[in-house]
C-alpha cells in the first residue's frame, strides 16, 4: 500500500486542520488506517486508530474529544479532523496501515505514509 499525507500547515491555537490520507496500490478496505505523530526530539507516537470498515476507531487520550479520525473506502481515503488545536499538538503527522485494527505501536504498522507537518501557534 502506497500513502500520501496531506492538510498539514500552520495554524494558531484553538483553530481546525482536516488531514487526509489517500491510498493507492491494494484493496483499501481490507487495512485498518492510523494516524502518529512525533515532535522534534520526541518519539513517534499514536494518535488515532480507525478499523478497515470505520465502525471501530480508538484515540490517544491527549486527543480525545478534539480529534476525529474516519474514512472513504470509495475513494481510498483516511481522514484526521482535528480541532481546539494546541501548541503541543505540534509535529509530522504519518499515516499508516496495518490488516488488523487495535494497534497503537508504530511497530504494529506495516506501510507508511511520508508525513505532513502540522505548527500550531500559541
Known amino acids: 500500500v502506497q500513502l500520501q499525507a496531506s492538510g498539514g500547515g500552520l495554524v494558531q491555537a484553538g483553530g481546525s486542520l482536516r488531514l487526509s490520507c489517500a491510498a493507492s496500490g491494494r484493496t483499501f478496505s481490507n487495512y485498518a488506517m492510523g494516524w502518529f505523530r512525533q515532535a522534534p526530539g520526541k518519539e513517534r507516537e499514536f494518535v488515532a486508530g480507525i478499523s478497515s470498515s470505520g465502525v471501530s476507531t480508538d484515540y490517544a487520550d491527549s486527543v480525545k474529544g478534539r480529534f476525529a479520525i474516519s474514512r472513504d473506502n470509495a475513494k481510498n481515503t483516511v481522514y484526521l479532523q482535528m480541532n481546539s488545536l494546541k501548541p503541543e499538538d505540534t509535529a509530522v503527522y504519518y499515516c499508516?496501515?496495518?490488516?488488523?485494527?487495535?494497534?497503537?505501536?508504530?511497530?504494529?504498522?506495516?506501510?507508511w505514509g511520508q508525513g505532513t507537518l502540522v505548527t500550531v501557534s500559541s
Open positions: 499508516a496501515s496495518r490488516i488488523r485494527y487495535g494497534g497503537t505501536w508504530p511497530k504494529d504498522y506495516n506501510y
